[in-house]
């Protein structure tokens, strides 16, 4: 399966600030996936990312807040903007490999919110 | 609406005993899967169910996928320790989007 690595692992930061967090694969993939996991809770998906398109927004998530960019096959960012207290999760990346399109996920950014 | 739903969402059990967690999902599926995510870490995959019938095992772990009851399940045979954990189902739909269950916190007291 592919290695994933997310930076930063952890970060603390004050409200109306933005964060952008980086997911990194050692492999190429055509799909990256973003996701949200509140404290004690599962994991929601934020949006699909493909390379040289524009990223596919679930319902609750808009561009505004939460940009993406995925300027190739190995890398995409995820940028928390404007930031509040309600915002505190752990952000994932994840990436589908195989033939049964099982997702893999990076190890997480930890995301608290003053 | 979609949905994905866990029961029990807590569990604690003795070592040495079996317990079945239970995922049902709101619609038809492609796919049906396992994770496990112990505490402070991402999601490790363990199973995937590809078709009404279909029984994967790992260890004491086992997992089974009845599409026509809209039903998985996770069956843990004589639970240890090291079984600690939260678990997941995923249910995959066409477009490769995963929808989540809402994970059940697993304890095992020795």
């Known amino acids: 399966s592919a290695v994933i690595s997310q930076k930063p692992s952890r970060d603390i930061c004050q409200r109306g600030t933005s964060l952008t967090i980086q997911c990194q694969v050692d492999?190429?993939?055509?799909?990256m996936f973003w996701y949200r996991q509140q404290p004690g809770q599962s994991l929601t998906l934020i949006a699909t990312?493909?390379?040289?398109?524009?990223?596919?927004?679930e319902s609750g998530f808009v561009i505004d807040k939460f940009p993406i960019s995925r300027p190739n096959l190995t890398f995409s960012t995820l940028t928390v903007s404007n930031m509040s207290p309600e915002d505190s999760s752990i952000y994932l990346c994840?990436?589908?490999?195989?033939?049964?399109?099982?997702?893999?996920f990076g190890p997480g950014t930890r995301l608290t919110v003053l | 609406e979609l949905k994905v739903e866990q029961n029990p969402l807590f569990l604690s059990m003795q070592e040495g005993k079996n317990y079945t967690i239970y995922c049902n999902y709101s619609?038809?599926?492609?796919?049906l899967y396992w994770y496990r995510q112990d505490p402070g870490k991402s999601l490790e995959s363990l199973f995937v169910l590809l078709s009404n019938g279909a029984v994967k095992q790992e260890g004491r772990l086992m997992a089974s996928l009845d599409t026509k009851a809209r039903l998985s399940t996770l069956h843990i045979t004589a639970a240890v320790h090291d079984l600690s954990a939260t678990y997941f189902c995923?249910?995959?739909?066409?477009?490769?989007?995963?929808?989540f269950g809402t994970g059940t916190s697993l304890t095992v007291i020795p």
């Open positions: 994840s990436v589908e490999q195989g033939r049964v399109d099982t997702q893999y």
């Open positions: 619609t038809t599926s492609d796919r």
């Open positions: 990312a493909n390379q040289g398109s524009e990223a596919t927004y």
């Open positions: 995923a249910w995959g739909v066409s477009g490769n989007q995963f929808y």
């Open positions: 492999s190429q993939v055509t799909m």
